[in-house]
Nanobody, 123 residues
Framework: VQLQASGGGLVQAGGSLRLSCTASGRTSSMYATGWFRQAPGKEREFVAAISWSGDSTYYASPVKGRFTISRDNAKNTAYLQMNSLKPEDTAVYYC?????????????????WGKGTLVTVSS
C-alpha cells in the first residue's frame, strides 16, 4: 500500500485547509487511518484517527473541535478538514494506516506511512 498526502500549503491564522490521503496498491485491507504531524524541532505527534467504517474517530486535544477526519472508501481517500488554524499548527502532516483507531492513536504497529505535506500557518 502506498499513501500519498496532499493539500498542504500556506494559510493565514483563522483559515482552513483540507488534507487528503489517497491509498493505492493493495487497498483491500480494512485499515484505520490516522494523521500525524511534526513541527520543526519537535517530535512527531498524533492528530486524528478514523476507523475503516468511519463510525469511530479520535482526536488529539489540541485539534479537537477544529479538525475533522473523514474518509471515502470508494475513493480510497481519507481527509483532514482543518479549520480555525493557528500558527502552532504549522508542521509537516503525515497520514498512516494501522489495525485500529487505538493502534493508530498510539502509533503502535503501524502498517504503512505516507510522505508528508507541509502546512504553514502565518500569524
Amino acid at each position: 500500500v502506498q499513501l500519498q498526502a496532499s493539500g498542504g500549503g500556506l494559510v493565514q491564522a483563522g483559515g482552513s485547509l483540507r488534507l487528503s490521503c489517497t491509498a493505492s496498491g493493495r487497498t483491500s485491507s480494512m485499515y484505520a487511518t490516522g494523521w500525524f504531524r511534526q513541527a520543526p524541532g519537535k517530535e512527531r505527534e498524533f492528530v486524528a484517527a478514523i476507523s475503516w467504517s468511519g463510525d469511530s474517530t479520535y482526536y488529539a486535544s489540541p485539534v479537537k473541535g477544529r479538525f475533522t477526519i473523514s474518509r471515502d472508501n470508494a475513493k480510497n481517500t481519507a481527509y483532514l478538514q482543518m479549520n480555525s488554524l493557528k500558527p502552532e499548527d504549522t508542521a509537516v502532516y503525515y497520514c498512516a494506516v494501522g489495525r485500529s483507531v487505538a493502534h493508530v492513536a498510539a502509533a503502535y504497529d503501524m502498517a504503512y506511512w505516507g510522505k508528508g505535506t507541509l502546512v504553514t500557518v502565518s500569524s
